[in-house]
C-alpha cells in the first residue's frame, strides 16, 4: 500500500482507487515508451484551489498526441475537467497532476497504429522540486555532456515519455557529482533546456531565452514568463544562445511547472553575477507566484477554479 492509497485517479471518465490504476506488463508503452503527458499545478488561492493554465497544458497533451498519431478521444474541454474533478474529488487545493495518455494492450511489436489508448489523471502531493529552498537559495548547475536531440530524430515540441531518457541521463549525471540539474546544449552545441525545465538569462536588464528550434519543449511557465515580462515592461530577446552566455549573464533562472522559477546562482562552478538570486529574477517569480496563489490579479485567466466539495450533512 502507498502512502496515496486513500485517493482516486481518473482512469477515462471514471475516478478509481489508487491500487487499482494498473496496466499490463505487456502494455505497448512498458516496451516502446509510447507515453504522452503533462505536468501541471494547482494552486491554493484565497478563493480556493485553482489549476494554473489548465487549458494550455490540455492543448499541448492533444497537440502531443496528433504528432504520436494516438487517436485521442476527448477535447480540451473534457481534459480540463477531468483535472478539475480529479482534484475536487481528493480534496486537494494546493497539488501536481499528471496527465496521461499510454498506448496499452498486450501486443509485442512495435507498430502502434491498433493499439488501445488509455488516459489517466494522477494527483500528487508535490514539494519544492529542486529541493527544500531552491527557489529562495538558487541553485548550483553544470552544463550537461548530453544533448538534446536533433531535430528530426524525436520530436521535442511533444511532451513524450521517450524525451525523458536524456534527461534522466542529465539529471543523474548532475547529481552525481553535486549539482541540482543539468544544462543541455542542443545538437548544435547552443544552450537548450534542464532535464524538465526551461532557461532564460538576464543581461542589462533584458531576459534571454532559447528559441523553439534550440530543442527545448515549449514550456507554457516559459509562455506565462514572455507575458508577464512583457506586462512588466522588461525586454526579451528569443534568441540562440551560447554556453559562454551562461556564464557571462547577469542572472539565470530555471522555468517550468515542477520548478516553477527558480534561481541559478552557478554554472559549472562559476558564479552567476555575485553567486545570489538576481533582482529580475526574484521580480518575475514573485510575479508568478502572485498569479497562480490569487494575490495578483489574474488579467489573463490562467486559473480554473476548483469547486469546493459538497460537505456531507449540510
Ligand atoms: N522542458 C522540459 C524538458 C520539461 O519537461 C518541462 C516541464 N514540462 C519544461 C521544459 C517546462 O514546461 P512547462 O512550463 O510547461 O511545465
Known amino acids: 500500500m502507498s502512502k496515496n492509497s486513500a485517493m482516486k485517479i481518473w482512469r ?11 496496466i ?25 484551489g485553482a489549476i ?37 474529488a481528493n480534496d486537494m487545493k ?5 496527465p496521461l495518455v499510454i498506448r496499452t494492450g498486450q501486443s509485442i511489436g512495435v507498430g502502434a497504429s491498433d493499439i488501445p489508448i488509455e488516459t489517466f489523471v ?23 555532456s548530453w544533448r538534446r536531440p536533433a531535430p528530426d530524430t524525436i520530436p521535442t515540441l511533444a511532451k513524450a515519455g521517450g524525451n525523458y531518457l536524456v534527461s534522466q541521463l542529465a539529471k543523474m549525471e548532475a547529481k552525481v557529482d553535486d549539482y541540482a540539474e543539468g ?9 537548450s533546456e534542464g532535464s524538465g525545465m526551461n532557461l532564460f538569462a538576464v543581461r542589462d536588464g533584458a531576459l534571454y531565452t532559447p528559441p523553439l528550434n534550440a530543442g527545448i519543449l515549449q514550456g507554457i511557465t516559459r509562455d506565462s514568463v514572455l507575458v508577464m515580462a512583457k ?27 515542477a520548478v516553477e522559477v527558480t534561481p541559478i546562482c552557478s554554472v559549472d562552478r562559476l558564479n552567476v553575477g555575485d553567486g545570489k538570486p538576481g533582482p529580475v529574477s526574484l521580480q518575475i517569480q514573485k510575479q508568478y507566484l502572485g498569479i497562480a496563489r490569487g494575490k495578483i490579479l489574474d488579467k489573463h485567466n490562467w486559473l480554473t477554479p476548483i469547486p469546493e466539495p459538497a460537505v456531507a450533512g449540510r
Not at 508503452?29 to 504522452?36: C, E, F, I, K, L
Not at 503527458?37 to 480556493?48: C, I, K, Q
Not at 506586462?231 to 530555471?254: N, S
Request: charged residues 25%.
Open 12 to 22: 477515462d471518465g471514471q475516478l478509481v482507487n489508487w491500487d487499482d490504476a494498473n
Open 24 to 48: 499490463h506488463i505487456l502494455s505497448h508503452v512498458v516496451h516502446y515508451g509510447s507515453s504522452v503527458f503533462e505536468g501541471v499545478r494547482a494552486y491554493e488561492t484565497p478563493s480556493g
Open 52 to 88: 494554473f493554465r489548465a487549458r494550455e497544458h490540455m492543448r499541448r497533451l492533444q497537440d502531443s498526441c496528433k504528432i504520436y498519431r494516438m487517436p485521442f478521444p476527448y477535447s480540451v474541454d473534457d481534459m480540463v475537467q477531468a483535472m478539475v474533478d480529479t482534484v475536487a
Open 94 to 98: 494546493e497539488c501536481y497532476i499528471r
Open 122 to 144: 494522477i494527483p500528487w502531493r508535490a514539494g519544492p522540486y529542486l529541493g527544500h529552498d531552491s527557489s529562495a537559495t538558487g541553485v548550483h548547475v553544470r552544463v550537461s
Open 183 to 191: 544544462i543541455m546544449l542542443d545538437a548544435f552545441g547552443y544552450v
Open 231 to 257: 506586462d512588466l515592461k522588461i525586454e526579451v530577446r528569443e534568441q540562440v544562445l551560447m554556453r559562454e552566455f551562461l556564464y557571462t549573464a547577469d542572472e539565470l533562472f530555471f522555468c517550468g511547472t
